[in-house]
Each structure stands twice: as C-alpha cells, then as structure tokens.
Antibody, heavy 123, light 108 residues
Framework: QVQLVQSGAEVKKPGASVKVSCKVSGYTLTELSMHWVRQAPGKGLEWMGGFDPEDGETIYAQKFQGRVTMTEDTSTDTAYMELSSLRSEDTAVYYC????????????????WGQGTMVTVSS | DIQMTQSPSSVSASVGDRVTITCRASQGISSWLAWYQQKPGKAPKLLIYAASSLQSGVPSRFSGSGSGTDFTLTISSLQPEDFATYYCQQANSFPSWTFGQGTKVEIK
C-alpha cells in the first residue's frame, strides 16, 4: 500500500526559505511522477509543479518559477519542495501528490496525496 | 492559463438529494478533467478522472460527464459522508494545470 508521508509544520519569517519533504513507502520514487499542490487557508487548490516523465524534467508553474525547486533523493525515496523568498501569501498547506495508476497519471490526475504540511510565514 | 469556473460555489442539500456541480473551462480541454472531494483538514481524494471514469473504490452514486468546456459532477443520492468541498482540475495544458475554486456541499 503506497503512502506519502510529509514533514511537519513550519513557521518561517518573510524572506526565508522552507523545504518540505515527502517520503514514499510501498513504492519507489523512481516509479512515480511527484507533484506539489498548495492550499492557502480557506482557499482552493493550486498546482505548483511536478515531474514530466515524457521530458524527464521537473516543470514548474509559471507563478513559482525562480522561487521553487523540487528535488528527489532516490536513495531514501524522498521528494522535496523548497520555496524561497517567502512572503505572507505563501502561508498554506503544501501537499505532495502522485498517481500510482499509470493511466490516471497519464491523464494528469492524482490518486495518492500526502497528508499536507502547514507552512506559516509570519514576522 | 486555462481558467476553471465551478458553480455553484456552495449548495445546501439534504440526505437523499441529487446534487449536480458544474465546471466550465475557459477553453476546450477535451476530457482532461478530474474531480476531487476534500473534507476539512484532509487531503483531496480523487473521485473521477478523464471526465467520466470512476476511481476505484468510489461509490457509484458519483458520476462525471462532459467534454470540451463543460463538465458536471453528479451525486445521485447524497449521503451524510458526502458533505465536503468538491474541486475540478484540468490537466490539458501541462505545465499549467489548474483547479476550480471549489463547491461546498452543506447540510440543509
């Protein structure tokens, strides 16, 4: 049974960076295309970026380009999302998400989600 | 970016009611649409992918339809556990996937 287990809540000051982890169990990270989605308090879902298996590259939403870096450590099956130059508007729950059903993955949907990591940006 | 507009933003309904939620894309997305259910404090759960394919384990009272720009999620007979917020997501234009703003289904 695949699970995505994320790191704990973070509190950061404006201008700082945060790095959230997402550990995969029940699968190996190389079998999955990991994506990151965030949700500000009381707001909707926002896709930040993810791995494109066709190109073999990680693609970022234009809004976050230059501020976000998504990496993977295949030796520990852990994915990371680092967001820099934090501002109050970045206060949100950050989710890692993927698809273990390859058909679902090819269709751009996510059938497995992490539990979420709350990141609070406050001075 | 393709904009996804859901309606209504909230709906009050009773157990046993039929509930329909609409999602409209700002441009055609074929059938590259998914629906999710989210309960407070929880991660989203996939209900429907490819506009009308029911995810494994999801009750058959959930159904999806549509293609192009107009899509619907229907709950044929609302159950107590269905009170939640529902989101549509388009995956037609990588790397610019977008979600609708959500529809909250509340108890009447």
């Amino acid at each position: 049974q695949v699970q995505l287990v994320q790191s704990g809540a973070e509190v950061k000051k404006p201008g700082a960076s945060v790095k959230v982890s997402c550990k995969v169990s029940g699968y190996t990270l190389t079998e999955l295309s990991m994506h990151w989605v965030r949700q500000a308090p009381g707001k909707g879902l926002e896709w930040m970026g993810g791995f494109d298996p066709e190109d073999g590259e990680t693609i970022y939403a234009q809004k976050f380009q230059g501020r976000v870096t998504m990496t993977e450590d295949t030796s520990t099956d852990t994915a990371y999302m680092e967001l820099s130059s934090l501002r109050s508007e970045d206060t949100a729950v950050y989710y890692c998400a993927t698809a273990i059903n390859p058909v679902i993955g090819e269709l751009g949907a996510f059938d497995i989600w992490g539990q979420g990591t709350m990141v609070t940006v406050s001075s | 970016d393709i904009q996804m507009t859901q309606s209504p933003s909230s709906v009050s309904a009773s157990v046993g009611d039929r509930v329909t939620i609409t999602c409209r894309a700002s441009q055609g997305i074929s059938s590259w649409l998914a629906w999710y259910q989210q309960k407070p404090g929880k991660a989203p759960k996939l209900l429907i992918y490819a506009a009308s394919s029911l995810q494994s384990g999801v009750p058959s009272r959930f159904s999806g339809s549509g293609s192009g720009t107009d899509f619907t999620l229907t709950i044929s007979s609302l159950q107590p556990e269905d009170f939640a917020t529902y989101y549509c997501q388009q995956a037609n234009s990588f790397p610019s996937w977008t979600f609708g703003q959500g529809t909250k289904v509340e108890i009447k």
